[in-house]
């Protein structure tokens, strides 16, 4: 299918494809490839088993050295979604929760509409033999799932890339007299706001006694996740909502505050 | 992504996948794969450089065995094609002449039409690095082309089987737009459930001596009532949420709950 016009402009830019540990450099190369075929260029990789740079992920890219020169490490999960609006997990099949679950023509248009509008977006790719974990899918907006073959469902995280990316491109093809697509009426908050409201929370429920054992800790804390994330708070309502519960957690009932002091407060994060 | 359920039943059928002269038996063996994994099984191999059956095929295959199994070997492209009412060319990029050339969503929906009126179809794949000759494309009745980066066009024969067979596989569904799972919808609470919540807030607030004046009470209160109406919170969710203010309102940062007080007196409200 070898068909690349070197005159041509390189498309690229888009939706941040954030590989989750993945293992083998060749799947890596290939996700880069994927991206390229289909113009993506926003890699990032968090924590790869057999480190970063990977002289086997360059030579299964077959030149799509743009996607793997640029593509970004983190050491957590948190750290990569950190300055990204709205992010998609893609899993196999649709997990317990309450995330939206949506098909991938449908997440293709949601996020060029978002992209469009300005917001920076991301899809999220598990573990080649596990997936993503339930509490990083769990940092996710919504899900997207493939209509694949029940009673045979092995798609590889580069065949996963390849059709989101291609549904990406696609989404920019449609005819410009369609409908335009409408912005979100509220832009959600990069997630490093997001994941402050979890830190402060969960610290001060810690600090409470709150979860009794650390079983029920992880529970607990997924679900206050998947509550806090669903609606897609933007920043202004992060803030409000830290402001609730710094003033909560500085001040006893009956103590009357400083002037000033509990609305100032609220801006101030530990993180 | 793994995924499979072994109780259901296989989806098999479709068009035929019909591979020219194909090099690598890795290649025919994740061309297996992408064709099971979207309900896809009739293989057809013109003339494989490395002989058939081929053991490369059958481990990269990753046990989409009924595909491999059944495959069927031609020694020219007109044999392959014998039986066939209707055959799509994929190519990197229309080529010269009168063909019909259509993008990968109106093709899957064309050939599920004309399978579902009885007809035989097929879609060729050219070989690894030179793809299909003029003559093999010309003995299509169109084209297929997929809507790739001009400048970086580098599909390889299992991707663009992939991304025919997930087409295949849509076309199939009712609504292009759906996926095999339905989108959980969340229930909003009733508002009698998140006005509680909002009683419970706002008293702590005030007893706390947030809102300084009865001024800035009625606009703080109205922002805090936009946020938290704005998601449309399940009763769960709110369920969720009264708990947490209740642990913030009941217990110091120092002191440890007795068991069982922080998570069961979320349930009981004041109103």
Not at 38 to 57: C, E, H, Q, Y
Not at 60 to 79: C, K, M, N, P, Y
Not at 120 to 131: A, H, M, Q, S, V
Request: proline content about 6%; glycine content about 10%; cysteine-free.
């Amino acid at each position: 299918m070898a068909g690349t016009d070197r005159n041509r402009e390189l498309i690229t830019g888009g939706p941040a494809i954030v590989l989750v540990e993945p293992q083998l450099g060749e799947n890596i190369g290939m996700v880069a490839r994927a991206m390229a075929n289909f113009g993506l260029s926003n890699l990032r990789i968090v924590n790869p088993r057999d480190g970063w740079p990977n002289d086997k992920a360059v030579s299964a890219a077959s030149r799509a050295d743009h996607v793997i020169e640029g593509a970004v490490v983190f050491e957590t999960l948190e750290q990569a979604l950190e300055d990204l609006n709205f992010v998609y997990a893609t899993t196999a099949r649709p997990r317990d929760g309450h995330k939206p679950v949506v098909g991938p023509v449908e997440a293709g248009e949601a996020l060029r509409g978002r992209e469009n509008a300005g917001e920076k977006t991301g899809l999220l790719f598990g573990r080649e033999r596990i997936g993503l974990r339930n509490w990083e899918v769990g940092l996710a907006d919504a899900i997207v799932t493939f209509p694949v073959n029940p009673a045979y469902a092995s798609l590889n995280i580069a065949q996963a890339v390849l059709l989101m990316s291609y549904e990406w491109m696609k989404s920019g093809l449609a005819d410009p007299h369609q409908t335009a697509f409408a912005r979100p009426e509220v832009t959600p908050a990069p997630k490093a706001d997001l994941h402050g409201l979890f830190g402060q929370i969960e610290r001060g429920l810690d600090a409470r006694g709150y979860f009794r054992s650390e079983t029920k800790r992880m529970k607990t804390v997924d679900n206050l996740r998947a509550v806090l994330t669903r609606p897609g708070f933007s920043t202004a309502e992060i803030n409000l909502l830290r402001g609730l519960f710094a003033s909560f957690e500085k001040f006893d009932r009956t103590r009357q505050p400083d002037e000033g002091d509990a609305l100032r407060d609220h801006g101030e994060t530990e993180e």
